[in-house]
């Protein structure tokens, strides 16, 4: 079965540090990838996705991730953080037409002023 | 306005009781899905249904039921809540391409 890994459970970072988030996968076929946000209190957004073409993807508030295929990996990044990017962020990846997301297990992010 | 809306928003109930939590989308997307989200644990997915007449077991649908009444309506049952059932659930709706899903506020559910 497919699985979503996400290593780093709790990361406290001061603002203006950089960030990197983990996310790496168990499936070798060709994968749809997504970061979700969830900020406290709300539903979950969608930062970012990879279908195809350039590995290096940037979504919304400065952040990006980059797919590198030889290591399952899509990992999320921001060159520096501020207090309102506290949330918890979800890697999720999908298969080809028809296949459901699978979620990892989430990286709560907690920025100190 | 909010596209997916879920109600109720927080609901409080005992260990065998019924429940049912209700999700509204005026995305007009054919694909709707619940998860229940647990800490450390992600999403995980319970149900889904493609079109009105589509439903689908996601990986823990044991002790859920669901209904899609309409294309703009999905709703999750707990025939006879238990406390582990106590998470919170979020609705979310994607179109067919290009797999986006998008979620609802969520309800958060404690079974006592």
């Known amino acids: 079965a497919q699985s979503v890994s996400q290593h780093n459970h709790h990361v406290i970072l001061s603002e203006a540090a950089s960030l990197e988030l983990g996310c790496n996968y168990s499936y070798g076929g060709t994968v749809n990838l997504f970061w979700y946000v969830q900020y406290p209190g709300q539903h979950l957004q969608l930062l970012l996705k990879y279908f195809s073409g350039d590995p290096l993807v940037k979504g919304i508030k400065g952040f990006e991730a980059e797919f590198i295929k030889s290591k399952f990996s899509f990992n999320l990044r921001k060159p520096s953080v501020q207090w309102s990017d506290t949330a918890e962020y979800f890697c999720a990846v999908s298969r080809n037409a028809g296949n459901m997301l699978t979620f990892g297990g989430g990286t709560r992010l907690m920025v100190k002023p | 306005d909010a596209d997916v809306t879920q109600t109720p928003r927080n609901r409080i109930t005992k260990t065998g009781k019924r429940i049912m939590l209700e999700c509204s989308q005026t995305k007009g997307h054919d694909r709707m899905y619940w998860y229940r989200q647990d800490p450390g644990l992600g999403l995980q997915l319970i149900y889904y249904?493609?079109?009105?007449?589509?439903?689908n077991k996601g990986e823990i649908s044991d002790g859920y039921s669901v209904s899609r009444q309409a294309q703009a309506k999905f709703s999750l049952s707990l025939e006879s809540a238990i406390p582990n059932q106590t998470a919170l659930y979020f609705c979310?709706?994607?179109?067919?391409?290009?797999?986006?899903?998008?979620f609802g506020p969520g309800t958060r559910l404690t079974v006592l």
């Open positions: 249904s493609f079109d009105v007449k589509d439903i």
């Open positions: 979310a709706t994607s179109d067919s391409n290009p797999h986006e899903q998008f």
